[in-house]
């Protein structure tokens, strides 16, 4: 049996899918854009709520002012509707802590199982696409978070899940800062 086959019965939020890890938000099936948990979806640069071809500085055309997203410039919220929204910092970390979650890297992404209920959800590892292209698929997921960084205005909050490394669990997964132009994921809430 593969952790695959840990896949939990989705309950439906109007017409995506949600799974109930017994924490403060129920994370969805799937990323924007995609139809099943294993497809990457769509990128969106952070605080865009369309998605492009091209992610470069000069093409950069968000107006967020505020240092979280606002639903208007919420890519979660712009093509899912009803209250679905990119996830906030205090939620991602409350999904990484390891009192509440177990991370365990498949050949395809990561499997986040729920100590408190054994359901879990699938985070593929989707790469990112800068101004080189896509880089990092199949070996690296990015998900954008809804804050700016807080050590630089120029920078979001995303959530990286990648390999072990030498049975180093904490380069596994964590919180980083990236440029907002870059294109990453979103797992909505």
Do not use: H
């Not at 055309?61 to 910092?89: C, F, I, K, M, Q």
């Amino acid at each position: 049996t593969t952790l695959y086959a840990q896949w939990t019965e989705y309950t439906s939020s109007e017409s995506n899918e949600y799974v109930d890890l017994g924490l403060s938000v129920k994370w969805a099936t799937c990323n924007v854009g995609a139809d099943s948990p294993y497809e990457y979806g769509e990128n969106y640069a952070w605080g865009e709520v369309e998605t492009k071809s091209t992610f470069i500085p000069s093409d950069y055309n968000s107006t967020n002012n505020s240092t979280v997203l606002s639903l208007s410039y919420d890519a979660a919220n712009a093509n899912w509707g009803g209250e679905w929204r990119t996830p906030s910092v205090t939620e991602y970390r409350e999904l990484m802590n390891s009192d509440n979650c177990t991370w365990v890297w498949t050949d395809k992404g990561c499997v986040v199982i729920s100590k408190k209920n054994g359901n879990s959800i699938f985070l593929p590892a989707t790469g990112a696409i800068t101004k080189l292209g896509l880089q990092n698929e199949g070996s690296s997921g990015y998900y954008w978070i809804n804050s700016i960084s807080s050590t630089n205005p120029y920078n979001a909050d995303d959530i990286f899940n990648r390999p072990i490394v030498e049975g180093d669990m904490s380069n596994s997964y964590g919180i980083n800062a990236f440029s907002r132009y870059i294109g990453r994921v979103i797992r909505p809430v």
